[in-house]
Nanobody, 113 residues
Framework: VQLQASGGGLAQTGGSLRLSCVAS????????MGWYRQAAGRQRELVAI???????EYVDSVKGRFFISRDSAKNTLYLQMNSLKPEDTAVYYC????????WGQGTLVTVSS
């Protein structure tokens, strides 16, 4: 499966952005999909994951602000980001978990203070 992420850009503190990740095939049977991010000089970290049953998990720093969802009809994974903070600035990557272990190309999110 190939993944194409989009939706990044520049936002102000407190603003919102929605990231999208379109898959080249049906995502219905992909057990786990997720969003990760990598800030400059830091390791890539998990932001949120969602199962094909709709169960979600978030890193503590984004709980209550970010919301992950998936639309199997559109083969698309989303990340709604609200109340953005400068520390959310990073390149965001979508991921299809095992057995695919596939990454999207990344989309840059910059939050200005």
């Amino acid at each position: 499966v190939q993944l194409q992420a989009s939706g990044g850009g520049l936002a102000q503190t407190g603003g919102s952005l929605r990231l999208s990740c379109v898959a080249s095939r049906s995502i219905f049977s992909i057990p786990i999909m997720g969003w990760y991010r990598q800030a400059a000089g830091r390791q890539r970290e998990l932001v949120a994951i969602i199962s094909n049953m709709g169960s979600t998990e978030y890193v503590d720093s984004v709980k209550g602000r970010f919301f992950i969802s998936r639309d199997s009809a559109k083969n698309t994974l989303y990340l709604q980001m609200n109340s953005l903070k400068p520390e959310d600035t990073a390149v965001y990557y979508c991921n299809a978990g095992p057995p695919y272990n596939q990454w999207g190309q990344g989309t840059l999110v910059t939050v200005s203070s």
